[in-house]
C-alpha cells in the first residue's frame, strides 16, 4: 500500500525562480494539504485541495499555488523564489470526511528547497 | 503568531524511564489534537490523538493526557525505548472533519539506552 509519495526529494532553485512540487496521495484519501516547514520550526499550513480546488488556505503570499487533479494528485507551485522560501515542503493526504480509525494526516516525506 | 506551543526543543530521558513531553495552545476553539513522530529524512507520522471529550487516550506505550482548562496536553511514553529518539510534535485544529492542523515547533527526544 502506497503511502504519500513527493517528488522532488531535492531542489535547488535561484532567487527569483519559479518551482513545481509533485505530490500523489494514499490510497483511498481524496483530500491532499501543503505545510512549509522551515529549520527548527513546526509544519506551516499553506492550503488544502479538496475536489480540485482550493478549499482552504494559511498565511501565504498569492505566490503560493496550486493544483488538485481528477486523480487526487497535486501541485504547488511556488513563483518568484525568496531565499525564505528554502524549507521542507511536505504534503499530506487525508480524507474530508474520515472514518473510522483514520486520524490526521499521512504525510509524505517531503521536498527539500534550498534557494539560492 | 504561534497558536501551539512546545516550549522544550529537547528532552533526554534513559530508556525504560518514563518520557513526557509538554505542549500548549493559545486557541480555545481548537477540540481535537494530535501527537506526530517526526524520524529525520522522514514524514511525521500519527502517533495518537485525543478529542476535547475526553480527557485521556491511550494506545500501548503511548498516552495522551488533556487539560483543557489550562490550554495544555502532555504526552506520556512508558518505558521509554531507544527507537523513541525522534522529533514530537503537537498538533491542534477546529474539529476532525479536514480541517488545517496548527503545529508546534517539535520536542527533540533522546532515549539513552
Known amino acids: 500500500d502506497a503511502g504519500v509519495t513527493q517528488s522532488p526529494t531535492h531542489l535547488i532553485k535561484t532567487r527569483g525562480q519559479q518551482v513545481t512540487l509533485r505530490c500523489s496521495p494514499k490510497s483511498g484519501h481524496d483530500t491532499v494539504s501543503w505545510y512549509q516547514q522551515a529549520l527548527g520550526q513546526g509544519p506551516q499550513f499553506i492550503f488544502q485541495?479538496?475536489?480540485?480546488?482550493?478549499?482552504q488556505r494559511g498565511n501565504f503570499p498569492d505566490r503560493f499555488s496550486g493544483h488538485q487533479f481528477p486523480n487526487y494528485s497535486s501541485e504547488l507551485n511556488v513563483n518568484a523564489l525568496l531565499l525564505g522560501d528554502s524549507a521542507l515542503y511536505l504534503c499530506?493526504?487525508?480524507?474530508?470526511?474520515?472514518?473510522?480509525?483514520?486520524?490526521?494526516?499521512?504525510f509524505g516525506s517531503g521536498t527539500r528547497l534550498t534557494v539560492v | 503568531d504561534q497558536q501551539v506551543k512546545q516550549n522544550s526543543p529537547s528532552l533526554s530521558v534513559q530508556e525504560g524511564r518514563i518520557s513526557i513531553l509538554n505542549c500548549d495552545y493559545t486557541?480555545?476553539?481548537?477540540?481535537?489534537f494530535l501527537w506526530y513522530k517526526k524520524y529525520p529524512a522522514e514524514g511525521p507520522t500519527f502517533l495518537i490523538s485525543?478529542?476535547?471529550?475526553?480527557d485521556k487516550n491511550e494506545d500501548g506505550r503511548f498516552t495522551v493526557f488533556l487539560n483543557k482548562s489550562a490550554k495544555h496536553l502532555s504526552l506520556h511514553i512508558v518505558p521509554s525505548q531507544p527507537g523513541d529518539s525522534a522529533v514530537y510534535f503537537c498538533a491542534a485544529s477546529e474539529g476532525n472533519t479536514g480541517n488545517q492542523f496548527y503545529f508546534g515547533t517539535g520536542t527533540s527526544l533522546t532515549v539513552i539506552p
Open positions: 485541495y479538496y475536489e480540485e480546488e482550493e478549499r
Open positions: 499530506a493526504s487525508s480524507l474530508v470526511i474520515p472514518s473510522g480509525g483514520e486520524d490526521g494526516y499521512t
Open positions: 486557541n480555545s476553539m481548537f477540540d481535537y
Open positions: 485525543i478529542s476535547s471529550i475526553k
